[in-house]
């Protein structure tokens, strides 16, 4: 696999597997051979219309197995793919098109009605009939063309506020990341993986071309709730799948039973943390095999990984760390403010270095001038290392609490609070206070049989937490609301907050 590119594969899979079937969603199944003339006549298409080198083709659309044949194909010209969101607004999605200035349109026929059309757009066509008479009104062509450095994916991030901003990712980061994975993570001809969370996002994007590269059958989830997850997971005998941390929690909910799935090879989870004891219950129901990764869009996806280990004891530190950095990767802690490296254990912000890290951001110098120091990226996140080189993401640089002078990392309060096994989820936010600038307010779901009030959740920090790290404030709530890729979504948050009646009282 060290010779991997998106760009010029020659069968899509390993050699004399052209008839196995690469993916499958619902009673469609693509063959690694028909995926790979699909990708051709895709290319041929493009060529057709006008696109070249550079060109930008914007697919709205569901999760789809004709995305991948899109995405292969457009890099054999040298165009680069813009997944969208399907979930944003209208607003939104004019942003991320008039951003992106595409020469081709290809989604969902519901979709392409709310995408607007610009002087750069030479064609669009909705997935369906219309489609699949566009792709056949040409032979394939074999355009292998290119570098490495060429970009081929413009993903943009899931900010919750500002500009969207469209991440630049080469075939070269791509095949870092996909070639890096396939051994550790023990994907092959003989694997079968399921895809369940959106394909706009990095990490089913990466986890749907890591199972192309290794010969493996990919199955698309019919939807993401935890029966239908539990249903693929039984019937299809899956080995290995992507999934974010609030599915794990549903789905052993749904289940409810252990080693339920014992084909269950490798479970990968990501987009934020989960508590010891959650692990321990998605442990028993899917088995010993969870992987858990940090990253971001900007990195293709996961850059460290806590593997699993089962001579790890309960409470050991090490469980609520990001893990070990991949061995292609380096990972440092700077100081935001000097940008020197911090010594072992002090907190600054997460820096890596590898093939995984993106170009920079589209149309955007300023901002990929601070992302990208000296061959370094800036993650925006806070952490440390520890002397074995595990990484504990402590919060977001911009989400740092200051108060009364003290900096306060809202993952620090929230691991205390996930201490509590009557809480099942929080997360943690600073609030203007005239006094010390900011206070701590916990936003907190209870497990389903608990009669806990806020005081009490505050009082059970005591001894645990500085005063000035406990929560003033503890609001109760039925669910997080959080994103397609699993993440909090604060600025709803905050503005519950700032409507919300007080509660809790004060440490």
Not at 121 to 139: K, M, N, P, Q
Not at 278 to 303: D, I, K, N, S
Not at 315 to 327: H, Q, V
Request: proline share 6%; with cysteine; net charge negative.
């Amino acid at each position: 696999m060290s010779s991997y590119r998106l760009a010029a594969q020659p069968d899509l899979g390993p050699p004399g597997r052209e008839d196995r079937v690469a993916l499958r969603q619902g009673s469609t199944s693509v063959t690694f051979g028909a995926l790979d003339e699909r990708a051709r006549r895709y290319a041929s298409r493009l060529v057709a219309a006008g696109v070249g080198a550079g060109d930008r083709v914007l697919v709205a659309l569901p999760n789809s197995v004709r995305l991948f044949e899109m995405i292969i194909g457009a890099a054999r010209v040298g165009a680069v793919t813009v997944p969208v969101n399907t979930r944003l607004s209208d607003r939104e999605l004019r942003l991320v098109t008039e951003d992106a200035r595409p020469s081709v349109v290809v989604g969902d026929a519901g979709l392409l009605d709310r995408i607007p059309r610009l002087d750069t757009e030479r064609h669009r066509v909705a997935v369906g009939a219309d489609y699949e008479t566009w792709l056949l009104a040409s032979e394939p062509v074999d355009g292998r063309t290119g570098t490495p450095e060429d970009v081929v994916l413009q993903i943009y991030t899931s900010g919750t506020s500002g500009r969207p901003k469209g991440v630049l990712l080469t075939d070269r980061n791509l095949a870092a990341k996909v070639t890096g994975v396939i051994e550790r993570w023990g994907l092959d001809e003989e694997s079968t993986s399921l895809l369940a969370t959106p394909l706009f996002h990095v990490g089913a994007l990466s986890w749907g071309l890591v199972g192309l590269a290794s010969g493996a059958t990919t199955i698309l989830a019919d939807d993401a709730r935890p029966a239908t997850i539990a249903r693929h997971l039984e019937d299809e005998r899956v080995t290995h799948a992507f999934l974010v941390p609030s599915m794990l929690a549903a789905l052993a909910r749904e289940v409810g039973r252990a080693t339920a799935f014992p084909a269950l090879h490798t479970v990968v989870y990501g987009g934020s943390p989960i508590s010891d004891g959650e692990r321990r219950v998605a442990t028993t129901v899917l088995g010993p095999g969870l992987r858990q990764v940090y990253g971001m869009t900007e990195t293709t996806g996961g850059f460290t990984e806590l593997e699993p280990d089962r001579s790890r004891p309960d409470g050991d530190p090490r469980s609520a760390s990001a893990g070990l950095a991949y061995p292609w990767v380096d990972v440092e802690i700077h100081d935001p403010a000097t940008l020197s490296p911090v010594p072992t254990g002090e907190v600054g912000e997460v820096w890596t270095r590898s093939a995984q890290n993106c170009v920079g951001y589209h149309g955007l110098p300023l901002a990929t001038q601070e992302l990208l120091h000296d061959g370094w990226l800036r993650t925006g996140d806070l952490g440390r290392l520890d002397g074995e080189g595990y990484l504990y993401v402590t919060g977001r640089l911009k989400d740092m609490i200051i108060s009364g002078g003290e900096n306060v990392y809202p993952a620090e309060v929230e691991q205390v609070l996930r201490l509590d096994p009557e809480v099942a989820d929080v997360v943690v936010l600073g609030e203007p206070d005239p006094t010390w600038g900011e206070t701590v307010v916990a936003v907190v779901v209870l497990d389903s049989a608990s009669h806990r009030t806020p005081e009490s959740i505050i009082e059970a920090t005591r001894g645990e937490l500085a005063g000035y790290k406990r929560p003033r404030r503890v609001h109760i709530v039925d669910e997080l609301p959080r994103n397609a890729s699993g993440k909090v979504a604060t600025a709803q948050l905050r503005e519950l907050l700032a409507t919300a009646a007080p509660s809790g009282g004060t440490a």
